[in-house]
């Protein structure tokens, strides 16, 4: 895909932290000089070709009060996997949830991230959703750090 000036200018804009407001792209528009609408249309047009895959945001959830955080490891049965991680990805709870192929030596292939206020709240809301889905093999790891998070940058000097 060949990315014209604006593209690029755009594409560094993407890269940096959205402006807090109701609506974030029309305020990368007026950087780069689209309208919201061009800048979606841009993004969309990405996405549909494969230069973009993702849009993503990170909270910084210890900063919010969120200390205990956890990774649960889920082992679903293959003819069930689409449908468990549909219901988990759905949940307000769950930030982050995927599939991952199994290891002889590590058999789980679905994971997700949980926030809370305390390990025992991790604790909890991991029976809760086994209960919703149930898939009782599971185990919940818990973080003890936040880890720094970044991404690759493009058009930048």
């Not at 593209?7 to 990368?28: G, T």
Request: proline share 4%.
């Amino acid at each position: 895909m060949v990315f014209d000036e604006t593209d690029k200018k755009l594409i560094v804009e993407l890269q940096k932290d959205l402006p807090l407001v109701s609506r974030p792209y029309a305020v990368l528009g007026e950087r780069v000089g689209l309208s919201e609408a061009e800048v979606l249309e841009r993004v969309t047009s990405w996405q549909e070709s494969g230069a973009l895959r993702r849009v993503g945001a990170a909270l910084r959830h210890r900063a919010v009060g969120f200390v205990a955080n956890a990774m649960i490891v889920w082992r679903v049965p293959e003819a069930r996997i689409g449908d468990v991680g549909e219901l988990l990805a759905s949940l307000p709870e769950v930030t982050h949830c995927y599939e991952r192929d199994m290891l002889p030596e590590w058999p789980y292939n679905l994971y997700t991230m949980i926030h809370a206020k305390t390990e025992d709240e991790c604790r909890s809301l991991a029976v809760k959703l086994s209960e919703m889905t149930g898939v009782d093999d599971y185990d919940v790891l818990s973080s003890y750090a936040e880890l720094k998070k970044s991404s690759m940058r493009y058009f930048v000097e």
